[in-house]
Nanobody
Framework: QVQLVESGGGLVQAGGSLRLSCAASGRTFSNYAMGWFRQTPGTQRELVAAITSSGGTYYLDSVKGRFTISRDDAKYTVYLQMNSLKPMDTAVYYC??????????????WGQGTQVTVSS
């Protein structure tokens, strides 16, 4: 497993931007598919964006065109650039890692989460 620490959350007005970062340590980062999930009280955690170990990406339909996931394997870091934020994006965002190429399947390692709040 890898250890993950998120940063970059906060309060922003609707239409604004935030960039989340997730720093990894432990195992070889480049071997892992990475994902960003989010969760609000009373709801299931949902996969917002994911990136394979080779750079292929997935996005939840509601964030396509607004969010961009990227990774810097040299820095052991994955990013989530969030633009044109909406109040519906308010949630705790979690970084997760999955050993292997694909993001499909269970993620074994999780960060502690970072709060994103979008005001209207």
């Amino acid at each position: 497993q890898v250890q993950l620490v998120e940063s970059g959350g906060g309060l922003v007005q609707a239409g604004g931007s935030l960039r989340l970062s997730c720093a990894a340590s432990g195992r070889t980062f480049s071997n892992y598919a990475m994902g960003w999930f989010r969760q609000t009280p009373g709801t299931q955690r949902e996969l917002v964006a994911a990136i394979t170990s080779s750079g292929g990406t997935y996005y939840l339909d509601s964030v396509k065109g607004r969010f961009t996931i990227s990774r810097d394997d040299a820095k052991y870091t994955v990013y989530l650039q969030m633009n044109s934020l909406k109040p519906m994006d308010t949630a705790v965002y979690y970084c997760a890692a999955r050993d292997g190429e694909s993001w499909r399947g269970l993620f074994e390692s999780w960060g502690q989460g970072t709060q994103v709040t979008v005001s209207s």
